[in-house]
């Protein structure tokens, strides 16, 4: 898995959210959720688009929180590039998760592999979450991180992708 460095580029939400989107699904009449096509269709693709803008959110907000803090950019263009960032991602994500619905609407025994799949995605996208919040964070803040995890006995190095310059050795 690579990780991805250049700290203006802004993460896009991707196939590691579409399984579990797959699976998300919101109850909106609430009657316990319906196996009918349009109702099933409907609750499935709107749990998905939910699921796409929660981890696009986080993404860009950790993400343009790192270069709000370094002054690169200000609070007013951190909210309009969370914004941009999370409707194109909430298309998107309607699209997956319109496919996603249909097809486990007529093949309902897919549900289990799809739902082992959004574990392996949620593990990859917990890491992009995990960058994203490093990345945000100064030399003193990820020094003190690492003091902490190391004296809970949490190596944290491999989380990072073999550490940072500067970083090797603590």
């Given amino acids: 898995m690579t990780r991805e460095r250049d700290p203006f580029r802004i993460p896009q939400a991707g196939i590691e959210a579409a399984p579990l989107a797959g699976l998300a699904s919101i109850d909106v009449n609430l009657n316990g959720g319906s196996l009918t096509g349009g109702e099933f269709i409907t609750e499935s693709t709107l749990g998905g688009v939910v699921v796409f803008a929660i981890y696009q959110s986080l993404l860009t907000g950790l993400r343009t929180e790192a270069l709000r803090k370094r002054g690169e950019i200000n609070r007013a263009v951190q909210i309009q590039m969370i914004g941009s960032t999370v409707w194109a991602s909430v298309k998107q994500g309607a699209a997956v998760s319109l496919v996603l619905a249909v097809v486990l609407l007529v093949f309902p025994w897919l549900a289990m592999p799809l739902s082992l799949l959004g574990l392996v995605g949620m593990g990859k996208a917990s890491l992009d979450l995990f960058h994203a919040f490093w990345d945000g964070l100064d030399e003193l ?17 491999r989380f990072l992708d073999g550490g940072e310059p500067g970083l090797q050795g603590a």
Avoid at 147 to 154: C, D, I, P, Q, S
């Fill in 141 to 157: 803040q990820r020094a003190e991180l690492l003091a902490a995890a190391m004296e809970a006995g949490v190596n944290l190095r």
